[in-house]
């Protein structure tokens, strides 16, 4: 019964690379690309709600973070299934203003960037 047992649990810690393709590491380094956008004319959580689910609905968007106070939107994305342009005429059909903000968010993945690659060099990662 032991062996049993084990060789399901050996069988099982594999099964999710051969069904899905991906292991969750090779998954988390997939390729995403970000772009923020200040979102005017947001007044309730309705509204934010309106460009979360518009945003879910576009393919290859990856992440949305809507903020009603910074009138803001952080959306991540797969560069291979999606582009900037296909973002802001979704979000445009939503009916609110919006401008991308350039460079601030893009500041954030060089350090993050930076530091992953320090991480490696010193074989910490």
């Known amino acids: 019964m032991f062996k049993i047992i084990m060789l399901f649990g050996l069988l099982l810690s594999f099964t999710p690379t051969f069904i899905f393709g991906q292991s ?3 998954n988390a380094e997939a390729k995403t690309d970000s772009v923020a956008y ?27 973070e809507v903020s009603l106070e910074n009138a803001r939107a952080n959306i991540h994305y797969d560069p291979t299934k999606t582009d900037k342009q296909e973002i802001e005429k979704a979000l445009k059909s939503t009916g609110f203003t919006i401008d991308e903000i350039k460079s601030e968010i893009r500041r954030g993945e060089k350090h993050a960037e930076k530091k992953s690659k320090e991480k490696k060099e010193r074989g910490t990662e």
């Open 24 to 26: 969750k590491k090779e």
């Open 38 to 64: 200040s979102v005017k004319g947001m007044t309730c959580g309705g509204c934010v709600a309106q460009v979360k689910g518009t945003m879910s609905e576009v393919e290859g968007v990856t992440q949305c």
